[in-house]
């Protein structure tokens, strides 16, 4: 399985120019933070959930007036099929967010500072 | 214009001037929407307290927070408890003592100071001129390292500790948040492109007018800078936006290089970010610190632009704001609250940054 994931956004503005992203590839990983990965993925149903879906999470009200909410893209590979979704901190499923936080905290870490 | 690709019964220049010309209309429809979006949230948020009790303004001491009524502007502060959930457990109300809690009883206070500034200094009523309750959550998610207003409340994150602190701490956070409220309920601007870069100036107008009249800071003495009270240890000294000079408000490994413009000549046209929303407003950012300086008075530049957010529209490029800040001057030279010269000051200020007028 390969995840790419990128943040930018929020109240600062931040990474607008190079957003804050990390490419993971499960066969890099151990054997337990590739299953912890995969159990996050599919916990997620990330793979499952449709696009509009996802554009429709959250009240269409709300959706419509966020303002310096955090935008996340989430691209995962795996088994020969690309699913890519794109969602702010209003319309992100609920489900979803274990992954994205576990993913944050990878480009993070590998971010100079 | 002709608009090839997209037809409408009415034609858009007509449907941009009812924006232009029914900022009543707008305000009224923009909050039964809210009363509505509030309705779809209660079915959907955790709740301490019934929608009956919410909207009844009861005080219902069994929560240990007293609930403000409908239209009272009062504030309600919620805690998210490390939760990605709004108005999880109300914290404080309106009136209420201070709980002990550094970041309710901080965005308490600081949500007060914002609402007497509307009152005191703008006579507006609250975010929507109607008395809107100010919702405020803080300790939203785990280490969030934001801060964003949504439609109807503001949600605030602690940060991580490291490189940035607890966003509910920030004066001038909390007031450009409540900001883009003002603007929902006013102007509308659309988030995107250089209407988005105006609804992000506005609210950088309004924060550091706010935190230099709360600080006691005239325009000479004030540092200009946005969000440099949340930059954890890590990053200390920096900040996230400079109106005096945009483009130097940061440059380290971990957050790049500020990449805000200070003059048409370098505005950013891609994608990211809506089409450059938090980076091309350093533009029109620069011009009111031009204008402030130059006119001396921050009270009376925040009266100024006030005045114009009324009288734009969602679609409002830089060239549309620049004439109506102008014009918006000319006005309140007449009834006293602007300097003679303002409104050459201003298009100045503007003309100083690129843009046409």
């Given at each position: ?38 159990r996050l993925v599919h916990g997620g149903r990330f793979e499952d959930l449709e696009s509009a879906a996802v554009a429709q999470g959250g009240d269409q009200r709300r959706r419509g007036a966020a303002r310096d909410t955090m935008n996340y893209r989430l691209e995962v590979t795996d088994g020969g099929r690309t699913v890519e ?29 | ?73 009062g504030r309600e502060v919620w805690d998210s408890q490390q939760s990605w959930v709004q108005r999880v457990s109300l914290n404080r109300g309106e009136g209420d003592a201070a709980t002990g809690d550094g970041d309710t009883d901080t965005v308490y206070d600081f949500a007060g100071d914002v609402r007497d500034f509307l009152s ?18 803080v300790h939203y998610g785990v280490s969030y390292m934001n801060a964003f207003w949504d439609g109807d409340e503001m949600t605030f994150g602690d940060g991580d500790g490291s490189i940035f602190s607890g966003f509910a701490r920030s004066l001038d956070v909390v007031a450009h948040e409540l900001a883009h409220g003002v603007t ?174």
């Amino acid at each position: 399985m390969r995840i790419h994931f990128e943040m930018s956004g929020g109240y600062g503005g931040l990474f607008a120019a190079e957003p804050l992203a990390c490419f993971v590839d499960s066969d890099s990983l151990g054997e337990a933070e590739a299953a912890q990965l995969a159990r996050l993925v599919h916990g997620g149903r990330f793979e499952d959930l449709e696009s509009a879906a996802v554009a429709q999470g959250g009240d269409q009200r709300r959706r419509g007036a966020a303002r310096d909410t955090m935008n996340y893209r989430l691209e995962v590979t795996d088994g020969g099929r690309t699913v890519e979704h794109r969602f702010d901190d209003v319309t992100m499923p609920a489900e979803v967010r274990p992954l994205v936080e576990q993913l944050k905290g990878i480009a993070l870490r590998e971010r100079p500072i | 214009m002709f608009h090839p690709c997209h037809c409408t019964f009415v034609p858009p220049h007509i449907t941009d001037n009812l924006a232009k010309r029914a900022p009543d209309d707008a305000r009224a429809a923009a909050r039964a929407t809210a009363i509505e979006a509030k309705s779809i949230r209660s079915r959907r948020a955790e709740r301490w307290v019934s929608m009956d009790a919410m909207l009844s303004g009861s005080d219902d001491r069994s929560l240990g927070a007293a609930l403000p009524a409908e239209g009272s502007g009062g504030r309600e502060v919620w805690d998210s408890q490390q939760s990605w959930v709004q108005r999880v457990s109300l914290n404080r109300g309106e009136g209420d003592a201070a709980t002990g809690d550094g970041d309710t009883d901080t965005v308490y206070d600081f949500a007060g100071d914002v609402r007497d500034f509307l009152s005191k200094d703008l006579s507006r009523n609250s975010i929507d001129n109607l008395g809107m309750k100010l919702i405020l959550n803080v300790h939203y998610g785990v280490s969030y390292m934001n801060a964003f207003w949504d439609g109807d409340e503001m949600t605030f994150g602690d940060g991580d500790g490291s490189i940035f602190s607890g966003f509910a701490r920030s004066l001038d956070v909390v007031a450009h948040e409540l900001a883009h409220g003002v603007t929902q309920f006013t102007a509308n601007l659309d988030y995107f492109s250089q209407s988005g870069a105006l609804n992000e100036h506005f609210s950088d107008v309004f924060g550091t007018t706010v935190t230099q009249l709360a600080n006691g800071e005239s325009v000479d003495t004030a540092d200009w800078l946005i969000g440099d009270e949340i930059m954890g240890p890590t990053l200390f000294g920096e900040a996230l936006r400079s109106m005096r000079t945009p483009g130097t408000a940061y440059d380290n490994p971990l957050m790049g290089t500020d990449p805000q413009p200070a003059h048409m000549d370098d505005y950013f046209a891609g994608p990211e970010d809506n089409q450059g929303v938090h980076i091309n407003s350093g533009i029109p950012n620069r011009a009111f610190y031009l204008a402030a300086t130059d006119i001396g008075d921050i009270a009376q530049a925040g009266r100024i632009w006030y005045h114009g957010l009324q009288n734009l529209w969602p679609t409002a490029s830089f060239s549309d704001a620049a004439e109506v800040l102008v014009n918006a001057a000319r006005e309140l030279v007449k009834t006293g609250e602007a300097p003679k010269g303002a409104p050459q000051i201003v298009r100045a200020a503007f003309r100083a940054v690129g843009v046409t007028i």
